[in-house]
Every structure is written in C-alpha cells, then in structure tokens.
C-alpha cells in the first residue's frame, strides 16, 4: 500500500495534463487531475479548436464569392454570428465529453476544484479537503496578458472572443501575433473592419522576414488596417457603448470592440508554489529540467506553465514524456528542434526549422531558394494573391534547415514536409522527388 492517497496528482486538466494523466494511469498510477474550469484546457475549450471552427467559418465569405466564378449561381448570402457560435460552442461541449470520457475510461479521479499546494506531496482543494500524492504535475497552462492601461477593462480577449453575442462591425485587435493575425482574418472575413494595433513594426516574432512581409502585403489588400509603433494612452468607453483608443500620438481610433492579443503568461497565481519551494525563472514561468522535473523533487511541470515552447503538441509530448519517464520506468526527454508551427491567418502561414536570419547567424552560408507564385485557384477566382514557398538550405552539406510559407493550406502541406526537414534531408533528395502535378506543394520539389 502507498502512504500516499494518489501516485499522481495533477493540476489542470488541460493537453498536457490530460495526456500525462492518461498515460500515468496506463502505467499503473493512481491518478487525480483537478480542473477548476472546464477538461480540455485551453486548446480544446478557448484556443486552437473552436478557432479553426471559425476559420473553417469565416473563410466561406470568400469562397462563396470565388464560386461564382467556377460557374455558381450563389445569390446574395447573410452570416449569422450567432449560428457559427454556438455549433462551434457545441463542438466544444462535445470535445469536452470525449476528453472526461478518456479520464473516466481510464479511472483517473475529476475533481472540478481548484487545487493549491501545500507540500511537496500535499495539495488542498477549493471545497477543503486535503490529498497527499507520491508526485503532483502542475499543468495549468497560461493566462493572457492584458496591458497596464487606463480603460483595459472595456476591452476583451481572446477567451471571451468565442461568445461575443454579435460579431463587430469595428474592432480593434491589440498585438501582433499568433492570436492578433488569425483573428483579425476571422472577424475581416465575417464583415468586420479591423485594425491591428501594434507596439512594434514587427508582426510575428520569430517567423521568416519575407513570409511575415507576404501577410502583412496580403492582410493590407484585404483591407485589414494596421497601425504600427503605436504607444495606447488609454480607452474611454462612450455613452451608447462604444470605445474609442487614444494613443500617445496619432489620431484615437473608434470602435465597437478591442481585444487584447499580447500574449499569455504562465498561470501561476495562487498554485502555493512557496510551499513546496518550485521555483520561477525571470520571466514567471516554472523552472523545469529536461524530464519538466522543479526545483522540488516530487513536483513537475509540463506545457504552457513553462513557457518552452507554446504550442499544444509540445505539452502534450512533454506531458507523454513525463508519465513515460516516472511511471513507465521509460525516461525520455522531448526533442524541441525542428518543430513545425502555423499561424492560421487569412492566408495561413507555416515554417519548419531555421529561418534564414537565423540560418546566416548559426552557419555562415546559406542557399534560399523560393518559389512566388500565384495559385491555380487563385487565378481563376481573379483573386491577386500569391503564395509564397521559401527553402533555406546549408550551403556547405546541402541539408534543408529551414522551410517556410504562405498560401492556401500551407499548414497541411508544411506538416509533412516537416518530416523530410527533421530528418535532415537535403535539397537534392527533395529534388529527386517527382512532382505531384497539378498541386502547391509540388513547388517544394521544383524550386531552383
Ligand atoms: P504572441 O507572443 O504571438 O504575440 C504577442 C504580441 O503582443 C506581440 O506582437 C508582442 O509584441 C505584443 N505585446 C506583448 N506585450 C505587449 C504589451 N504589453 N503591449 C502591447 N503589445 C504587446 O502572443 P499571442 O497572444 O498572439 O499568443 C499567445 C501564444 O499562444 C503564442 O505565443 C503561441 O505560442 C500560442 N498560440 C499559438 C497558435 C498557433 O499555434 N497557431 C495560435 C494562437 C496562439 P512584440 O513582438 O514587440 O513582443
């Protein structure tokens, strides 16, 4: 018999906790997650899941217009704001079920509590009661940041971004981001007139300069507006509800709705991580080894939570890894390179390994090839919207080590050319690939 009431406890039933209880609990453990919300976490209830609804949503706005010219007789259509909401609210409820059905099939122990620990092996829950457990999992994810800012209140973010009761005629999206440019796609195509607001000229940190100059060209083509280098003063709400942003210079902006983008901090406040002495690095996420072990022995920490990598996948690894590592008598570590990633932005980009800044920076010389090209679809639809496909290869083995693009689809087609870049493969076995003709990806292949 364990001294223990559970071999694990985990905190937050989100990717990472929800897997890492599931493979815990098939390794033998006994297992409990606490969730103060709702199973699923952030992906599946707030993130990830009910925005690509939208996006799969919004992006009729334009395919209904492109039938037309594959020969449709599409009359004039309406958008219900409120139809799309709550199928994709109800996709939500149902994903959710699937997720408690997992746990429960699993005879992992729901506890809907908010939990705070006390010990290295003690957690209390919000309704009193006091459990003890051999290891705790902390996987609580992250929380957006809202500026410091007179008038912050008026404005949303991406959680409640989901249960707006009318889509907005204006809005105003604050950030530049993963969060800001998917969202501004959504509501641009859903009728809104948006803006994006941001602190810096550079939108998506981090992703290739010419892929991020593609989107910025296209959003702007669009009719997305952008505001750049802007320091907000504040936010005055009006009497008949409407808000208007001032801004250190320039000229206020008026309109119905902002929402915040400006990332999310790991979700730390009130956990009782004293108690147990978990440590924070610098910047408020919990220090973790290369098995997501704290600076506490018996308490580890997976996901967003630790701020390594951002990305549901990720968690989900990190949280397999760790059941793996403490309850499968199997350590293993997730490898962080080369992971692929996307912004599901109107349209979407995606890119795998070194950009070619970071490429000239880490091995000296590189060769890019890129292929600008306007698509099949494109064309016919009259639409002038090119996509963009950009390899960058180490000149001196001829690997690939960075792959990147925009254009319909650019998700699906770089997920699986992620392999061939994980796998270190170089140009010329990309080269000796026949093409799939008549296709995008084709271009991955045919690039000189
Ligand atoms: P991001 O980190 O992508 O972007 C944050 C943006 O807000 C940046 O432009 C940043 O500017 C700006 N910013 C940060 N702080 C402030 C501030 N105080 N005032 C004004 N602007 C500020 O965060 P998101 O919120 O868009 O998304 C959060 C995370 O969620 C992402 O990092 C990503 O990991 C994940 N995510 C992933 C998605 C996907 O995989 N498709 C989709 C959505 C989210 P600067 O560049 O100057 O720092």
Known sequence: MSDYDFDLFVIGAGSGGVRA?????????????????RVGGTCVIR?????????????????????RRFGWNVPDCGFEWKVLRDNVLAEVDRLEGLYKNTLESHKVEMIPERATITGPHSVKLSGGREVTAKYILISTGAWPVVPDLEGAEHGITSNEAFHLEDAPKRIVIVGGGYIANEFAG???????????????????????????DRLLQISTMKGIQFRFNA???RIEKNADGTLCIHFKSGDPIPCDTVMFATGRKPHVEGLGLESADVELDDKGAIKVDEYSRTSCESIYAVGDV??????????????????????????????YACVPSAVFSHP???GVGLTEAQAKNKLG??????????????????????????????????????????????????QAAAIAVKAGLTKQQFDDTVALHPSMAEELVLLK
């Open 306 to 335: 630790t701020d390594r990598l951002q990305l549901t996948p990720v968690a989900i690894r990190e949280g397999h890894a760790f059941a793996d590592t403490v309850f499968g008598d199997n350590p293993r570590t997730v490898d």
């Open 231 to 233: 320091e907000m003063e």
């Open 365 to 414: 010389t590189v060769k890019v090839y890129t292929s600008d090209f306007r698509p099949m679809k494109n064309v016919l639809a009259g639409r002038d919207e090119r996509a963009l496909y950009k390899m960058v290869v180490d000149a001196t083995t001829n690997r690939v080590v960075g792959l990147h693009m925009i254009g319909p689809d650019a998700p699906e087609i770089l």
């Open 21 to 37: 209880s599931r493979v815990a609990a098939a390794h033998g453990a006994k297992v409990a997650v606490a969730e103060e919300y």
């Open 47 to 67: 993130g990830c899941v009910p925005k690509k609804l939208l996006i799969y949503g919004a992006h009729f706005a334009e395919d209904l217009k492109d039938a």
């Open 186 to 212: 959504i509501f641009h195509q859903l009728g809104s007139h948006v803006t994006i607001v941001n602190r810096s000229s550079v939108l998506l940190r981090g992703y290739d300069e010419q892929i991020r």
């Open 348 to 350: 979407p980009l995606a």
